[in-house]
């Protein structure tokens, strides 16, 4: 490819969280320009409403925007800073005709791009921004008096159900680049070389490809047990999309249409179906209400009286609760960046219910440890959990963490992969060893409140507790 001039016309692509070349209706709409396509990503982490990512989220953002890059034949531009001031600057000095972008449905995200917008526009910019994260805007979805949905079925019912033929997905269009260097890669500062970024290197591939392979595995097996399967524990068959999902390397409209021309049965693919839909509830309650991920979204429960214990925060967070469902799910989070849909119920109800921790806590901590930290999903499902969001769990169902680890890991495979030092006690003990004779515990190389804790907190008595704290903020 020649050199490229200053003065030759070009057209930018502003990347933001939609990693990827197919159905991507901005990249689309640059290469039918027919100009030279500039890549673009701005780190700008002061922006109002968005949140500074966690450790696991920044790690996975440099690995991902590696991955877009090498698509892109290198010729990915990074910048860093203000988002207006680096697009001016590209304005200023090269023959921009076009800048187009993925809109994110936060109002103060979308605040700050229709004012850059309106700034290219009134420099003579073609400026537009497309819907490539959701299956459907959330602005356009509303009851029949004008208010926002709260409840999920009506949403789904409403606007997602019976959809028979969702927008068809987009190959990735032929392109010409432009070649321009702002910053390095490295210069974002996204990679730290601390051991865990390292561990997180050997078990994750970041990109549309890795995506795209994920989701045919998927269909071709999880899919098919989806239904009953999605709970189990051992993971065998959930898709493991959400972090493709989160940073945009796999587009809503993609999986769906993979999933729907599947032959693997109707209620496998509904299952599957309303679970991306909650992604989509989340996102559509964090555009109608920004203060989700600091507020109760029902104000009473901004009344409940958390406790003040960073010892036992701390407990929760490296998995030494005395718990095996709890600690493996959160061993989990901590070593590999994910937990089973599943068991973060089960940890998010411990802590919030059996702990009495504030679920902005728990929240906090997922943020930092999780590859697919989204500010949408997470804040909801904590809000899930805490009994406090939309369409939540009622605050006196808790979950009991033994019941569930029998149910949803029977042969005891996700305990023993994550708590090792468990992985010889028997199946009948394993998710209470403390209920085990001492001579399972013996022969299992297990002593309690040595080799692995005893219990931190009593679990009926600590639910009695919580539904006390609740009763009490409920009542005002
Ligand atoms: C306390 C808590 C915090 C969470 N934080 C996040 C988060 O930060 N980011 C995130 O993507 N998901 C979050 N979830 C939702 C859910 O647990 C994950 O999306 C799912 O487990 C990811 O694994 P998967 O892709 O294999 O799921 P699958 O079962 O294969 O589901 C397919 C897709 O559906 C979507 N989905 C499934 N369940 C939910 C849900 N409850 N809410 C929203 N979308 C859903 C995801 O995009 C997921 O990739 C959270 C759940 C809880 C209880």
């Known amino acids: 490819m020649p050199p490229s001039h200053a003065t030759e016309p070009c057209v930018i692509v502003w990347f933001r969280h939609d990693l990827r070349l197919a159905d991507n209706p901005a990249f689309i709409c640059a290469a039918q320009t027919q100009k030279r396509i500039l890549p673009l990503y701005i780190l700008d982490e002061d922006a109002t409403g968005t949140r500074p990512s966690g450790a696991a989220s920044r790690w996975w953002l440099h690995a991902s925007l590696e991955q877009l890059n090498k698509r892109l034949d290198g010729a990915l531009c990074y910048g860093k800073g203000q988002a207006m001031a680096v697009i001016d600057s590209l304005v200023e000095s090269l023959n921009v005709s076009g800048v187009y972008w993925t809109d994110i449905y936060?109002?103060?995200?979308?605040?700050?791009?229709?004012?850059?917008?309106?700034?290219?526009?009134?420099?003579?910019?073609?400026?537009?921004?497309?819907?490539?994260?959701?299956?459907?805007?959330?602005?356009?979805?509303?009851?029949?008096?004008?208010?926002?949905?709260?409840?999920?079925?009506?949403?789904?019912?409403?606007?997602?159900?019976?959809?028979?033929?969702?927008?068809?997905?987009?190959?990735?269009?032929?392109?010409?680049?432009?070649?321009?260097?702002?910053?390095?890669?490295?210069?974002?500062?996204?990679?730290?070389?601390?051991?865990?970024?390292?561990?997180?290197?050997?078990?994750?591939?970041?990109?549309?490809?890795?995506?795209?392979?994920?989701?045919?595995?998927?269909?071709?097996?999880?899919?098919?047990?989806?239904?009953?399967?999605?709970?189990?524990?051992?993971?065998?068959?959930?898709?493991?999309?959400?972090?493709?999902?989160?940073?945009?390397?796999?587009?809503?409209?993609?999986?769906?249409?993979?999933?729907?021309?599947?032959?693997?049965?109707?209620?496998?693919?509904?299952?599957?179906?309303?679970?991306?839909?909650?992604?989509?509830?989340?996102?559509?309650?964090?555009?109608?209400?920004?203060s989700m991920p600091h507020r109760s979204l029902q104000?009473?429960?901004?009344?409940?009286?958390?406790?003040?214990?960073?010892?036992?925060?701390?407990?929760?967070?490296?998995?030494?609760?005395?718990?095996?469902?709890?600690?493996?799910?959160?061993?989990?989070?901590?070593?590999?960046?994910?937990?089973?849909?599943?068991?973060?119920?089960?940890?998010?109800?411990?802590?919030?219910k059996n702990l009495l921790l504030d679920w902005r806590d728990g929240e906090a901590w997922f943020w930092d440890t999780l590859v697919d930290a989204d500010l949408a999903s997470n804040s909801f499902n904590w809000q899930w959990v805490a009994g406090c969001g939309r369409d939540a769990v009622p605050y006196f169902r808790i979950f009991n963490p033994v019941l569930q680890g029998r149910k949803f890991d029977a042969d005891g495979r996700y305990v023993r992969c994550y708590v090792p030092e468990l992985a010889r006690l028997d199946s009948r003990y394993l998710h209470a060893p403390w209920e085990a004779p001492q001579e399972a515990l013996a022969a299992a190389g297990v002593a309690l409140g040595r080799t692995y804790p005893l219990p931190m907190v009593e679990w009926a008595s600590s639910r009695k507790r919580a539904l006390q704290a609740y009763k009490d903020a409920v009542k005002g």
């Open 106 to 290: 936060h109002p103060s995200v979308l605040a700050r791009d229709a004012t850059i917008k309106a700034h290219l526009h009134s420099k003579g910019i073609d400026a537009r921004s497309f819907n490539g994260s959701l299956l459907r805007p959330p602005q356009t979805i509303l009851k029949e008096d004008g208010t926002p949905y709260k409840v999920f079925t009506s949403f789904y019912r409403t606007a997602y159900q019976g959809v028979r033929s969702w927008q068809k997905p987009q190959d990735a269009p032929q392109g010409a680049f432009y070649r321009h260097t702002l910053v390095d890669l490295l210069a974002l500062g996204l990679r730290d070389d601390r051991r865990w970024s390292v561990e997180l290197d050997s078990l994750w591939v970041a990109g549309e490809d890795e995506g795209e392979r994920l989701l045919r595995a998927f269909v071709a097996r999880g899919l098919r047990g989806y239904e009953q399967g999605r709970d189990g524990l051992a993971g065998d068959d959930v898709s493991r999309l959400s972090s493709y999902l989160c940073l945009g390397a796999l587009s809503p409209h993609r999986v769906v249409a993979a999933v729907m021309a599947s032959d693997c049965g109707q209620t496998h693919k509904e299952a599957f179906f309303r679970q991306l839909v909650w992604r989509e509830f989340a996102a559509y309650t964090l555009y109608h209400v920004p």
């Open 299 to 352: 104000p009473a429960y901004e009344r409940v009286s958390w406790r003040d214990d960073a010892r036992a925060l701390q407990r929760w967070q490296q998995g030494q609760t005395g718990y095996p469902l709890v600690d493996a799910g959160m061993r989990q989070l901590w070593q590999t960046g994910y937990m089973h849909g599943r068991a973060r119920m089960v940890v998010g109800s411990f802590l919030v």
